[in-house]
């Protein structure tokens, strides 16, 4: 399955769940699929899309939290998926475009492409919702899934190693207002 299409998937899904990206192909993918007020792009912070993702989800339990990260930064942070595991948010929805290769510097082969299995890592880490996906339809069902039931749940996308270079903003200063902006204030009840 092509990333794009994957990540169009997704994006149809999408009406007010806030979005954080992995720098490089993720951000590039999402931006490509439809860039909105409520995607937050990282830049220079590999393998902490799911970290900042946490941070989010604990934050604003109000809103549904979508990480889409690369398989080459999940693996560079493999912390981030035990503490995901712990702190168990009802909220996130957590995506991993699996390649096997790090396509950012080179396009390297990585432990994913040698058999290493990110869902069954997950369920370890104590995410028990987590499947992955090689198809559309498939992909399509755990993304209804993931978006409908309490999570957290993690969806590996099995997809080819292509790439986009449809660069989101670059400034992260806007893009943090930018997300501050879109976001109804947290009700304090």
């Not at 992995?22 to 490509?32: H, K, R, W």
């Not at 994913?112 to 069954?120: A, H, M, N, R, Y």
Request: net charge negative; no cysteine; proline share 6%.
């Amino acid at each position: 399955m092509e990333s794009i299409a994957a990540v169009r998937l997704l994006r149809e899904r999408l009406r007010d769940e806030l979005v954080v990206t992995s720098l490089g192909t993720p951000s590039f993918f999402v931006n490509a699929a439809g860039d909105r007020p409520l995607n937050f792009y990282l830049w220079a912070a590999m393998g902490m899309a799911s970290s900042v993702g946490l941070g989010l989800a604990l934050a604003r339990p109000d809103h549904r939290v979508v990480v889409v990260d690369g398989d080459g930064a999940a693996l560079m942070n493999l912390g981030g998926m035990v503490t995901v595991g712990q702190r168990a948010p009802k909220n996130l929805l957590w995506l991993i475009l699996e390649n096997g290769r790090f396509l950012e510097t080179g396009g390297q082969t990585i432990a994913t492409s040698e058999g290493v299995d990110l869902v069954q890592i997950a369920h370890g880490a104590g995410l028990l919702n987590a499947d992955a996906a090689d198809n559309a339809d498939a992909l399509a069902d755990l993304f209804d899934r993931g978006l409908r039931e309490p999570g957290p749940t993690l969806v590996v996308a099995r997809v080819e190693a292509d790439s986009s270079r449809e660069l989101p903003p670059l400034d992260p200063v806007r893009l943090k207002n930018r997300l501050m902006d879109a976001l109804p204030p947290l009700s304090r009840h």
